[in-house]
């Protein structure tokens, strides 16, 4: 018999953590948007006007499972609504339930849902359509739920097999390489190793680029400084950050912030100088963070959006990310509370 808490303070997760950890490590496609880490920045940054629903599966006192929701205010076209989400910047970003039975985790969790008085409006769960592969669906309808299906941002994956290297002769952005353009690549292991000091004016060159420069982030919200700093720090405690650099001169021209597990790598933030130059900085770093992730034997990586640098390779494709959208209906009286607290809010705050 499976039981579900819900934690609404994310310091009340702290006790979790190696649990949370032990899960995520057997979590099927896991990555660092899985981990408690990822959670907590997000909230540190994003949680001000949400609320952070965190629902623990439990099976004979031991922790199952853990989905990870917050309700955040979404801003549409009609009006503002309360959307019930995982805690992502972008769908292409998969997360959803941490734990070796997903499907389980996400039922239990859907049926505690169904149960309870609607303080949202719309239950949004974005997943890789490949890779969920129906689950959110199916599981949504078993709990009583009416999903519809949307299309949202797509991200571009390359599977790193054995055809890389001859897709990648066909790119003539190695020609732009001399001895003034160098590639740097850094996987410190972990905050045990005290790797994370000695990357700290890399980060710091990153985020004058992020500023100054062209950068894509493929997030709504605006990624701030502090945000890319404690995003960094987390990646870098749990040995997770992959960052990618291009030199021209010793001057940084282009970066790419990503995160890697188990030889997958997602991207979070791509940066270039706003500097002309006679070549495509982002271009030439992605062709030469290929080839480096090629020789380590990393499986895939997922790139923010549409990349054209990479959109002709035969080891491309788009994974084409959708929104399983539940919309509620919300008693008169708790959408009358909902308004007396907006209007209330600016008041007290004055």
């Not at 995982?86 to 039975?101: D, E, I, K, Q, R």
């Not at 030469?288 to 990586?301: H, V």
Request: hydrophobic share 40%.
């Amino acid at each position: 018999m499976l039981q579900v808490v819900e934690i609404n303070a994310v310091e009340h997760l702290e006790s979790l953590h190696l649990r949370w950890t032990s899960l995520q490590y057997n979590t099927p496609g896991a990555s660092f948007f899985h981990t408690l880490d990822w959670l907590k920045v997000y909230w540190q940054h994003f949680g001000g006007s949400h609320r952070l629903r965190v629902l623990v599966v439990h099976r004979g006192g031991n922790v199952f499972g853990i989905m990870p929701l917050v309700a955040r205010e979404q801003t549409t076209a009609a009006r503002n609504v309360v959307a019930l989400t995982y805690p992502t910047l972008t769908p292409s970003h998969a997360c959803g339930p941490v734990g070796p039975n997903p499907t389980a985790t996400l039922m239990a969790s859907l049926r505690y849902l169904s149960r309870l008085a609607r303080d949202w409006d719309v239950l949004a769960l974005p997943a890789i359509k490949d890779l969920d592969d129906g689950r959110t669906a199916n599981a949504m309808e078993l709990a009583g739920f009416h999903p519809n299906e949307n299309a949202v941002t797509a991200a571009t994956r390359i599977r790193l097999n054995e055809r890389l290297e001859e897709c990648l002769a066909a790119l003539d952005h190695d020609a732009k390489l001399g001895e003034c353009v160098t590639f740097e690549r850094y996987r410190p292991l972990g905050n045990t190793y005290g790797e994370d000091e000695s990357l700290a004016l890399l980060i710091d060159e990153c985020i004058e680029i992020h500023w100054r420069g062209a950068s894509t982030a493929g997030a709504t919200p605006e990624l701030s400084e502090g945000f890319l700093r404690d995003a960094f720090a987390a990646a870098m405690r749990r040995g997770m950050l992959d960052l990618n650099l291009l030199r021209q001169d010793n001057r940084l021209i282009a970066f790419s912030f990503n995160v890697h597990f188990d030889r997958a790598i997602q991207q979070i933030c791509l940066g270039a100088s706003s500097s002309p130059l006679a070549f495509d900085p982002k271009a030439v770093l992605t062709s030469q963070m290929l080839r480096d992730s090629y020789s380590r034997e990393d499986r895939c990586i997922d790139f923010l959006g549409r990349q054209s640098a990479v959109m002709s390779l035969a080891c491309t494709r788009e994974l084409p990310a959708v929104c399983h959208r539940h919309v509620a209906s919300i008693p008169f009286r708790t959408r009358l509370t909902r308004m007396g607290k907006r209007l209330v809010s600016p008041l007290t705050n004055a």
